[in-house]
């Protein structure tokens, strides 16, 4: 079962996202702000969902710190005003406009977010691997 950490500091929004995650079979840990969110976060966390805008650490900090402790971690930006291009610099794997149009828009979004997180973590392994067989290559000449 994926795991989610959901963040947000508006209880009615984090109980919407738990609702809707739960009903869709995901295992779902809350917090209320960056803080709660990082003593929280484990490897055990598969997708972070956390709202832009937190009180005591920006929810951008969030994402950042815990993509620092754990690189595989897909992590979904939630915010009322999205600066795609801005969010695009953090290597977020997806973003949500809030208010959400539909309660599938969500999960949609994290399903989405965690392909584009294999996809680019299946992609560095090959370049990885390029780069391993070009160096055996050049020692062979």
């Not at 930006?77 to 291009?85: G, S």
């Amino acid at each position: 079962m994926v795991r989610v950490l959901a963040v947000d500091d508006d209880p009615e929004v984090l109980r919407l996202v738990e609702k809707v995650l739960r009903h869709s079979g995901y295992d779902v840990v809350m917090a209320v702000d960056g803080k709660d969110a990082l003593s929280k976060l484990d490897a055990s966390i598969d997708v972070l969902v956390c709202d832009k805008n937190l009180p005591q650490m920006q929810g951008t900090q969030v994402v950042l710190e815990a993509r620092q402790r754990y690189p595989k971690l897909t992590t979904v930006l939630m915010t009322a005003a999205p600066e795609a291009l801005a969010l695009a610099q953090l290597g977020l794997d997806g973003y949500l406009a809030k208010p959400f149009r539909t309660n599938a828009m969500l999960v949609q979004t994290i399903e989405m977010a965690r392909e584009r997180r294999q996809s680019a973590l299946q992609r560095e392994q090959l370049e990885s691997q390029l780069a391993a067989t070009r160096e055996q290559l050049q020692k062979h000449r």
